[in-house]
Each structure stands twice: as C-alpha cells, then as structure tokens.
C-alpha cells in the first residue's frame, strides 16, 4: 500500500521508508519540533514508519503554515539521514582522531620515508 | 621539461591520480543550510566549505568523482572531508590540529576569581550580584579565605594563573586586595608561575594612590561602560552621582597612569541599549577603545527580576547585527575596530586555534577554565554559578575553601557537571554543523530551562549562537571586504 504524506486534521503526517531511514535520524529530527509541536513515531506498516507532528497550543501555527512546515520535515528527515550516514561511517576514524589527539604519543607512527632525504635528491642513492 | 630521475620520490600527478578506482572514505563533517542556495560543511577540526545545496547528498552518496568533479574532489581531499584510504595518510596531522583545537584543556583552571567584596555603593538594576551597602563590613572576604584561596590557586597545574578581583564593587575592600596581590606575587616568585592581576572595578573610587599601586604590580583594570551617559547612567545607577561621569574619568585617568592597553571595558545590554545600537557603538570608539564587547544580559541575579532588562534572544540579535554594522563602517574607513564576541567565533573559523573564552567552550570553561573564590568561603563553578547562589540557587557550588583541592576540582559536584560540559555529546549539538565553534553552557541551561543538560530547541544560548555565527559566515562569504577585515581582527593587525 502507498503511504502518501499529508496534512490531516491539522496533523502533518509523514512517511519514512525502513529501509532508507535510521530510527536515530528520525528521533534527531523530531528533537527540533519539539518546541512547537506534538511528535510522534509509529509504523505505519513492516516498512515504513509514521511520523506525526500536531502543533502546541501555545505555538501560534496556523493551518496555511503547516503546508510550509510539513515540507520543512521532509527535507530534515533527509538532512538528518544524511547526518546519521557520515556519524555511522565516519566513527571509527572519528574515534581514532580523538585517541590519538589526546594521547602522549603513543599512537603516534613514524611518517614514510627518508627523513632527512624526504623528496629523493640525494644523489649518493 | 624536467627529467624524472630514478631516485626522486615524488611522482608525477599521473602517478598518483592512478592510485584510486574514484571510491572514496568519508571523514568526519557536519553540515547545514545557510540557505535556500548554499549549505556549509564543517569538519572535525573546524575548517568549512561553502558549497551549493545538496553537495552533501551527493558526496555521501559517492556521486562525485576525481573526473567529472576534480575541483571540489580536490577541495574535499585537501581539507579533510573525504580520503582515498581508509586510514588517512596524514590522520596524524588531523589529530594535531583537534588537539590544538582543544589545547585550552592542556594547563586547567587558569581564571580564579575572588569575590575580595559583596559591597557596592551603585545600584545597578541589572546587577547580576545581589549587592549590599557599603557599610556591611561582614560581606568582605576574610583574610583566612583569602589565604586559603591563594593556597588553592597555585595548585592548579596551569603555569599561568590570573587573580581577578571581584565584587560588589572590589575596590572597596582595596586592602584586602593588596594583602592578596602581595602574598601571590611573593609565592608566584617561589615557585615560578606568571601571575596576572585584574581587579573588576566601576572605577567610582579609584584615586591616584591606587592607580600607581596597580601600576607597580602590573594590575590591570577592568571596567563597565555602557554606552553614552544616558544609556550608561540609567542602567548603572549610583546616588546623588553620574556613574557615567565617575567611569569617564577614572578610564582617563587609568589610561594616563597604567598605559592605554592596561584599562578594558564592558558593556551590557539592557531593553534601553537595544534602541541604541549606534550611539553605544560610537561611545566605544570616541573613548579610543580598539573594539567593544557586545553582551547580552545574563539571566540572573537581579537582572531578571525587573522587566526593564527582559528581552528576547530576536530582539538582542537584531541589536547586534546593526551595532556590527557600524562598526564594519569604520573599518571601511580605514579604522581598526572590533567586536570581540564576533573575533572570538572568528578565530574558531578561521584559524587553527581556538580561545580562552570560557563561555564558549567545549568542554565548557567552567572548573576546566575557571573557579571562583566567594566572599563567604563558598567555590562556585564559574561568576554565574554565585549569582545563582545569591538567589539560594546552590546547583554549582563546588564546595568552600576548607575543601581540598581535588574534592573541589575533581569532586561529584564537578564529576556531575561534567556529564553534560561537552557539545559533542549533547542531544542538537552532536551533530551540529557549527559544533566546532560553539560551545557547551550547562549554568546557562540550568538557570533557563532548570536542567543543565538544556533542551537545544528553545535555548537562547543556542539560537544567538547559531544566528551569530550563520550571519558572520554570510558576511564574509557575500564581501571579500568583510572577510579582510575579519581576518585583520584576529591578526590584530
């Protein structure tokens, strides 16, 4: 079944595929809505989730804007997906930075090549 | 053309484009939309690109490729957004350059801040100290604490510590501070470590006697200026005077003894500085300062008891943009002139270094940057943590100068705190693109939202941050002008 994303009883209700989207994206995501609105994460169905934002009260959103935020969740869900691809990629050479960064040397290693001859003009080779 | 010979190491470009079937690593970077059109790319040791929009997309889903895209395939190996090799070759040089990025953390606590008195004979109605008359000669601090205060600061590990006098208004316990200045130097001398002495001071009281007295022990001094007399004098009230008269006057008379760079000033803005971007801008410069320091009120202490110094982060943002404004106008002028806050966030973007600003920090400055001696014997994490106290607020209270050193540095308290002092693992920041340039303010987030971890999504700190360094960005990215100008301010030249 074809999940389409809308807005619905003044409910933004957007569809995120299982597969293409972490859990950890969405919830990052979301963090940001907070503050305006009531979020919420289901599934929809085995593959895709559901993600629901209802504004606040107290938020001052009219119904012409939710057009505008419900375009601005799609394109965060795929900001913070993008986010979630490099932490998960990039943590171990993240991770190795930092020990090094912080270490006394010790996981310091010697730079390749000669040294004192580093660009290879000694004639005497 | 130049003979390859058979013993040179380096190799032909050909050689080395060879090397790689165009797959590439990602390493560690951050991004966000300036935006509609350019989105910003910031790696792990701060260095950023400006690209357009949905280059992210593209670099993450390896859509780019040494060929078809060699100058920003070029771009992204140089500075450290994608490698060839798993392991970068030059890891080593990356992890020198996080290092000095945080090389702050390397000596500890260098600030120490002694309350030397809660008395003052202004009455300031944004005061972030609870203030008591001058007569009240219990609101002093003790000789014992001074001395025990003393014992405590040269333990720290840092080479150079600073001994900032403080108030209430410091100079009225002006003994107590030769008392203190005299016995630090003494012991300073002993043990080899660099001493520097500020006293914070309205500069009311100064007189020439004092004057030569810091001037022979290298004290400098610290002062608050508002704006022009009308901003200076309503916020900063002192009866039947003209503080702005009294300030004006002792700022000359400092500069005449100690030496024009040995007198600072700062300002805070009130709801009246906000309509007055220009003329406080102006006063700075007239009064032959380099720069001026554009503060927003902190929410504490007295400060958020009345509604005249209430406002929101919008209102102080727009203030600062126009202020920038006119002080961008006479650098076009010829004139260098800064905005300090502006030159802090500058140096994390443009250069390999990082300040010791302790208020924008990660891990945040407090205890890793600064201590604070109260009057009464009490250590607080950083000035804003007393200002808490004062209103029976005791969350950062380290412990008191009976204490022993570790227990205060390294105690639960601080073990507490410093669960949540590092951007890097805080919900909205660990992914922050401007991550680098920020910093962590759990004393900030307690007093606002009453959890130190802060919630991101309605933190002032966080929106005048993000709006700040967004906005110095699009200035230097729009005028290769700005941009001279800006790097003139951090090589204050």
Known sequence: MAHINCIKDGEIIVFANTLLFSKDALFKCLYWYGDKFHTSVSFADVDNYC?????????????????????????????????????????????????????????????????SDPVGFNPSL | MIESKANRKFKEAAFYNSQN???????????????????????????????????????????????????????????????????HPLIDVLATRYRTKKHFLNYFTGLHIFVISLRCEHTCFYCQVSRVTENRDQY???????????????????????????????????????????????????????????????????????????????????????????????????????????????????REILGEDQVSALMTTTTLSLEHPIEIVDEYYNMGFPGIFLRNI???????????????????????KKALGRILEYNF????????????????????????????????????????FNYDGGVYATDESRMLAEQKDFTFKLGTLN????????????????????????????????????GADPVHHHATQGDMYGYRPTSAFCQKNMEIIRYLIELMESEPKIKKIFESWISKK
Request: proline share 3%; aromatic share 10%.
């Open chain 2, 403 to 438: 204490d022993e050193y570790k227990d205060l540095f390294f105690g639960a308290k601080a073990q507490e705190i410093a669960q949540v002092w590092s951007n890097e693992a805080l919900a909205g920041c660990s992914e922050c693109a401007f991550q680098a340039y920020c």
């Open chain 2, 298 to 320: 902190s929410p504490y202490g007295f400060a958020l008891r009345t509604e005249k110094s209430k406002y929101s982060t919008d209102k102080f943002i727009e203030f600062y």
């Open chain 2, 140 to 254: 002093d601090m003790s000789i014992q604490n001074i001395d025990r205060g003393i014992e405590i600061m040269f333990k720290s590990p840092n080479p150079h510590v600073t001994m900032e006098f403080q108030g209430g208004e410091a100079l009225l316990a002006f003994d107590n501070i030769k008392y203190a200045v005299e016995k630090s130097e003494k012991i300073a001398g002993e043990i080899g470590k660099q001493i520097t002495f500020v006293i914070c001071t309205n500069l009311a009281l100064v007189n020439e006697e004092i004057l030569y007295y810091c001037k022979e022990h290298k004290i400098l001094i610290s002062t608050s200026l508002d704006g022009p007399q009308s901003i200076h004098d309503s916020n900063r009230h002192k009866p039947h005077a003209s503080s702005y008269a009294l300030a004006i006057k002792g700022i000359k008379l400092s």
């Open chain 1, 51 to 115: 993600v629901k934002i209802k504004p606040l009260s107290t938020a001052a959103i009219n119904s012409e804007d939710l057009e505008l935020y419900q375009q601005k969740l799609e394109r965060d869900l795929i900001d913070f997906q993008l986010r979630d691809v490099v932490t998960k990629e990039t943590q171990n050479i993240r991770d190795l930075i930092i020990a090094k960064a912080f270490s006394n040397g010790e996981f310091d290693e010697d730079p390749p090549g000669d040294v």
């Open chain 2, 21 to 87: 079937d165009g797959g590439y690593f990602l390493l560690p970077f951050k991004f966000h939309r300036l935006n509609g059109e350019k989105e910003i790319l910031v790696n792990e040791v701060g260095d950023y690109l400006i690209l357009p929009t949905g280059t992210t997309a593209t670099i993450v889903n390896r859509q780019i490729s040494k060929e078809n895209n060699s100058e920003l395939y070029g771009d992204l190996i140089a500075n450290f957004f994608i490698s060839e090799e798993a392991i």
């Open chain 2, 333 to 372: 002028q010829g004139h260098y002139f800064t905005e300090d806050l502006a030159r802090i966030y500058l140096t994390k973007i443009l250069t390999p270094f990082n300040t010791g600003f302790v208020d924008m920090q990660s891990p945040a400055g407090l205890i890793n940057g600064v201590i604070v």
